[in-house]
């Protein structure tokens, strides 16, 4: 395919150089006019857009006078305003952080406390089981006593009405015999 133009005169071949010189100028222009292009591109366009992203920051590169001032001064400034609020919210965090803390010490305190009159509780009704039981088994101890000593006694009756009566058996058993 061929590039080519029509004129009154006849047909012109663009790309042809017998024909039309317009590929000598096209490369004369790319060759010498390329670094002034890449400068102006840097220049121009680069700084353009660089300017316009760090207005929509916040930075500027001219003070409300319209005088220049240095962009390092212009960031030390929004460094500090930010380290400003970082360490502010910081102070909250830790506030909040510190009030957590003692909400929930509390609570534990109060649960502890809870448990605490709950142990005493427990531990006064095991005390009063305890004492109850002690006073049974004394009552029991002392009625097991009162009944040996009856059952001693009245073994001791018995044995010694075995012993009269067995005397006065052997006297009624002679006497049958005679």
Not at 26 to 37: A, G, H, Q, S
Not at 40 to 64: A, S, V, W
């Amino acid at each position: 395919m061929v590039k080519a133009r029509q004129y009154p005169w006849g047909t012109v071949q663009v790309e042809n150089e017998s024909h039309c010189d317009f590929v000598k100028l096209r490369e004369m222009l790319i060759r010498v006019n390329m670094e002034d292009l890449r400068e102006q591109t840097h220049t121009r366009h680069y700084e353009l857009y660089r300017r316009c992203k760090l207005e929509e920051m916040g930075f500027k590169d001219t003070d409300p006078d319209s005088k220049p001032f240095s962009l390092q001064e212009t960031y030390e400034a929004k460094r500090n305003e930010f380290m400003g609020e970082l360490q502010k919210k910081e102070e909250e965090m830790r506030q909040m952080f510190v009030q957590r803390v003692k909400e929930k010490e509390s609570e534990l305190k109060e649960a502890e406390k809870e448990l605490h009159e709950k142990f005493d509780r427990l531990k006064k009704l095991h005390q009063d089981e305890k004492k109850k039981l002690e006073d049974k088994r004394k009552g029991l101890d002392d009625e097991l006593n009162a009944f040996k000593q009856r059952k001693t006694a009245a073994e001791l009756l018995q044995s010694q009405a075995q012993q009269a009566g067995g005397s006065t058996t052997l006297k009624r058993e002679k006497e049958r015999k005679n």
